[in-house]
């Protein structure tokens, strides 16, 4: 088990687990430093950040946040940035509310190729949180028309699938700059779902300002975390590390930590945001 894992979702936006919950297997699992990085919102932070207390834990805040790179759907990971920054929030609150009419679109086409399922039911099963994709496939699950998430996307909700539906987002450079303002820094998470040639994808990314890119992810090889660590000297990116836990039980999930992310990695992850934090950043509740 890794000591640091920077990319975990909890109830707040897909994830099936409370951020307190997330905060405890963390620390029973070995690690000792990490983010929460749910989908558009970091209203887990506060509990989060009573648990990782309570705990021992270093918490460092955490956002994913979708854009658009040339029709592509690229993923970026924000760190050490100030929770209270007014246009980033701003802009959260606005993703939130267009996620919950982006599923009304997707339960509507999946009516229309005569898979029912309830609104109602969709948003029972998120909860409070930012509703996504997930959330949707678990009322499929339910419903008995796949018979796990994974199948939901490969059937219905994936990338090109019939009900794949998307919403308006910022472009990298504008995400980029955003947390940039909040005194963030930002990565590139699993950089392989960008497609075949993800390295010209990630410099371009780099162009814009990007800071780093998620080197040791879940089920990386060997040869495909080396092939991450010479793509970020090339191109003068920092490496973070994440599980990407959602607790959503698919093929490829692992467990909190479960990372091949050594331990002197996580320090230069970790020394790299405290080199580039800003005075007062602590304070705002970043770390």
């Known amino acids: 088990m890794a000591i640091g894992d920077f990319h975990l979702h909890s109830t707040c936006s897909d994830g099936v687990r409370s951020p307190a919950w997330?905060?405890?297997?963390?620390?029973?699992?070995?690690?000792?430093?990490?983010?929460?990085?749910?989908?558009?919102?970091?209203?887990?932070?506060p509990e989060a950040r009573a648990a990782a207390e309570a705990a021992g834990l270093r918490l460092i805040s955490g956002i994913e946040l979708s854009v658009d790179l040339d029709g592509v759907d690229a993923h970026l990971l924000g760190f050490g940035f100030d929770t209270g920054h007014g246009p980033l929030q701003a802009y959260l609150s606005e993703?939130?509310?267009?996620?919950?009419?982006?599923?009304?679109?997707?339960?509507?086409?999946?009516?229309?190729?005569?898979?029912?399922?309830?609104?109602?039911?969709?948003?029972?099963?998120?909860?409070?949180?930012?509703?996504?994709?997930?959330?949707?496939?678990?009322a499929l699950v339910e419903a008995?028309?796949?018979?796990?998430?994974?199948?939901?996307?490969?059937?219905?909700?994936?990338?090109?699938?019939?009900?794949?539906?998307?919403?308006?987002?910022?472009?990298?450079?504008?995400?980029?700059?955003?947390?940039?303002?909040?005194?963030?820094?930002?990565?590139?998470?699993?950089?392989?779902?960008?497609?075949?040639?993800?390295?010209?994808?990630?410099?371009?990314?780099?162009?814009?300002?990007?800071?780093?890119?998620?080197?040791?992810?879940k089920h990386y090889d060997t040869e495909t975390v080396a092939a991450h660590e010479a793509l970020a000297e090339k191109l003068g990116l920092a490496r973070s590390g994440g599980s990407d836990y959602h607790g959503l039980g698919n093929p490829n999930d692992r467990e909190i930590g479960d990372i091949p992310f050594e331990e002197s990695a996580v320090a230069e992850f970790v020394a790299f945001l405290e080199e580039r934090a800003v005075p007062g950043l602590a304070q705002a509740g970043a770390f």
Do not use: C
């Open 144 to 217: 008995g028309y796949v018979g796990s998430v994974a199948e939901a996307f490969d059937t219905w909700l994936g990338d090109g699938k019939p009900a794949h539906i998307t919403r308006d987002r910022l472009t990298p450079a504008e995400a980029i700059a955003l947390l940039h303002e909040a005194d963030g820094a930002v990565f590139v998470a699993h950089p392989v779902f960008l497609g075949e040639d993800y390295e010209t994808a990630v410099a371009a990314l780099a162009g814009m300002g990007l800071d780093g890119l998620e080197t040791y992810y």
């Open 22 to 45: 997330v905060m405890e297997t963390a620390a029973a699992n070995g690690v000792r430093t990490l983010a929460l990085t749910d989908h558009d919102t970091t209203e887990g932070l």
């Open 95 to 138: 993703q939130r509310e267009g996620r919950v009419g982006r599923m009304k679109r997707m339960v509507r086409v999946l009516g229309e190729h005569g898979v029912t399922i309830d609104v109602e039911r969709v948003q029972t099963i998120a909860g409070e949180a930012s509703v996504g994709r997930p959330h949707v496939a678990r």
